[in-house]
């Protein structure tokens, strides 16, 4: 029996993607979808009100270049998830692997340039996937969510609503210390570039054959992620999906 898609998730997933003008255009359809959800409390889906209002209005390359100034250009609000745990590092690599091969398990293969751990992509496939399996895994990353959720309300963004939402459906509260230590990382203006190039300053990242790769459930690498996830010996390095 095939897996009825969660539109919540799937409306979450599209709203936090790269703004174009289809996105736009669906905007309608999309604030629908997350207006009628009553698993979100009414506060939070008024909250989501202003951000569909501004993708749905906002001329397109305003809304590209907000985008690209708090996700690509602030580390600390990337949306790649695994970042905030291994930054650049090699463990980062084997994790990475690890989920493409939970993808591919359960017969998810998105054609996106983005790398696995991006949250926008990492949502389409749970909203493919039994709500409980979703729900478990938004709780293990929690921490990850509240953070970024802070760090957005700081800049007084609307994007913000997006990680309240999430932490809601996630069911559990994240762990304090967890949070306290995401956000001790110091925010840098997107605009210094000089400070920039610093931050990026990391170790390469290779993504390698992993002998632990393949787990079940992608909560089981989310749980994990503190955890080193290291590339075979002598393996070569090949491109992320």
């Given at each position: 029996?095939?897996?009825?898609?969660?539109?919540?998730?799937k409306a979450l997933s599209l709203v936090l993607s790269y703004p174009t003008r289809a996105l736009q255009q669906a905007m309608p359809?999309?604030?629908?979808?997350?207006?009628?959800d009553t698993r979100l409390t009414a506060a939070a889906r008024r909250a989501l009100r202003p951000l569909i209002?501004?993708?749905?209005?906002?001329d397109i390359y305003d809304l590209q270049e907000t985008y690209v100034g708090l996700f690509d250009r602030s580390r600390t609000l990337s949306l790649n998830l695994f970042e905030h745990v291994h930054g650049e590092s090699?463990?980062?690599?084997?994790?990475?692997?690890?989920?493409?091969?939970?993808?591919?398990?359960?017969?998810?293969?998105?054609?996106?340039?983005?790398?696995?751990?991006?949250l926008p992509m990492l949502l389409e496939f749970l909203s493919t996937r039994p709500f409980v399996e979703a729900q478990e895994t938004l709780?293990?990353?929690?921490h990850i969510l509240e953070a970024l959720n802070a760090r957005l309300a700081r800049r007084e963004s609307s994007y913000g609503a997006v990680f309240a939402a999430l932490c809601q459906l996630a069911g559990a509260k994240a762990d304090k210390d967890a949070v306290a230590e995401l956000l001790e990382e110091?925010?840098?203006?997107?605009?210094?570039l000089e400070a920039l190039d610093k931050v990026w300053?990391?170790?390469?990242v290779r993504f390698g054959p992993d002998p632990g790769a393949g787990c079940p459930q992608v909560?089981?690498?989310?749980?994990?992620?503190?955890?080193?996830?290291?590339?075979?010996?002598?393996?070569?390095?090949?491109?992320?999906?």
């Open positions: 029996m095939t897996q009825a898609m969660d539109r919540t998730l359809e999309i604030g629908g979808v997350l207006a009628s209002e501004e993708l749905g209005g906002r090699r463990d980062r690599g084997g994790a990475m692997v690890s989920l493409v091969e939970t993808y591919r398990d359960a017969g998810f293969d998105p054609v996106t340039s983005e790398l696995p751990d991006h709780a293990d990353a929690a110091p925010d840098v203006d997107p605009d210094d300053e990391e170790s390469e909560r089981d690498m989310l749980a994990r992620m503190d955890t080193p996830v290291n590339p075979a010996p002598g393996s070569a390095p090949v491109a992320a999906e």
